[in-house]
């Protein structure tokens, strides 16, 4: 769902007359359904029973992914990636939540491990999703997502037992001292912006452009530079199971952080200042 505008380029240039700043702030919707609810969502999650409020928004998601697959405007378009982020953030939410109701004393680990199980899903996206555009259509693909979504939303409703009372209700706090609380910390906005920073690379080049990039920049085929996009997602699955781990052990996770920043920088200078086609290479720093 997340970089479904990058598989679509050509669907909506050509079909939809979108231009590529219009295609580039479409992205950008998806990041505001994202980010407007993290807060109201946590209290949810704590305020009323997880399986409802998770169910409930795959399937905000799983409508949007409708609206793209048979809206006919650029305005359809930005609609549906707003709600496909504003569902998609129950994502890593729901997960915080139930690691605290069923695994509270293995929280890194298994953090890592469902950022993990997460990329796997962005890392098919890529050239197996295109693939499939290809083979059976546009719209028979992202039906088969949504029908996923609903059959996920379906067995939360189901397995997810936990307790009202076990959930950690918080019923007696209201939503707007919450908020107020939140906004005011000075620790939560500096790892705001500096978590923003880091996504940065991510957000705004695998998402979006990565593709057409290694295809026009680097020069290598259509097909590899789909799967260089996906194994960005997978080096993160990777990373973010090995970082749980390594962080319960380091220590500081200021200094933690400040060591990948320092690689991501690294790795971005490589990519972007040598000129070379060698598929290898590429792949390696993707």
Avoid at 14 to 32: D, H, P, R, V
Avoid at 61 to 84: D, P, W
Avoid at 239 to 259: D, H
């Amino acid at each position: 769902m997340r970089f479904l505008p990058g598989m679509m380029m050509d669907h909506m240039t050509i079909n939809l007359q979108m231009s590529a700043e219009e295609i580039g702030f479409l992205a950008g919707f998806y990041y505001i359904g994202y980010s407007i609810v993290q807060i109201p969502i946590g209290v949810m999650l704590d305020k009323y029973h997880p399986r409802f409020v998770i169910s409930f928004f795959i399937i905000v998601s799983a409508l949007g992914v409708v609206i793209t697959a048979y809206g006919t405007t650029k305005y359809h378009m930005y609609t549906a990636r707003f709600l496909i982020g504003l569902g998609s953030s129950i994502g890593i939410l729901g997960a915080v939540k139930a690691i605290d109701d069923f695994f509270p004393t293995k929280y890194s680990i298994l953090m890592g491990v469902t950022v993990l199980m997460g990329v796997l899903g962005s890392f098919y996206g890529g050239l197996p999703i295109s693939k499939s555009f290809e083979k059976i259509g546009l719209e028979s693909t992202l039906l088969i997502i949504v029908n996923t979504a609903i059959f996920l939303a379906s067995l939360i409703l189901l397995l997810y037992r936990k307790s009202r009372s076990e959930t950690g209700e918080i019923g007696k706090l209201d939503f707007l001292y919450i908020l107020k609380l939140s906004l005011s910390d000075k620790k939560i906005w500096m790892i705001g912006i500096f978590a923003g920073l880091m996504i940065g690379p991510l957000g705004g080049f695998a998402d979006m452009w990565a593709v057409k990039y290694l295809a026009q920049a680097k020069g290598i085929s259509n097909d590899y530079s789909k799967l260089g996009t996906s194994i960005v997602f997978f080096g993160l699955g990777i990373g973010s199971a090995f970082i749980g781990y390594v962080a319960n052990k380091f220590g500081s996770y200021s200094k933690l952080i400040a060591l990948m920043g320092f690689i991501q920088i690294v790795v971005l200078l490589l990519l972007f200042s040598i000129h070379t086609n060698n598929v290898f290479y590429i792949f390696i720093l993707m």
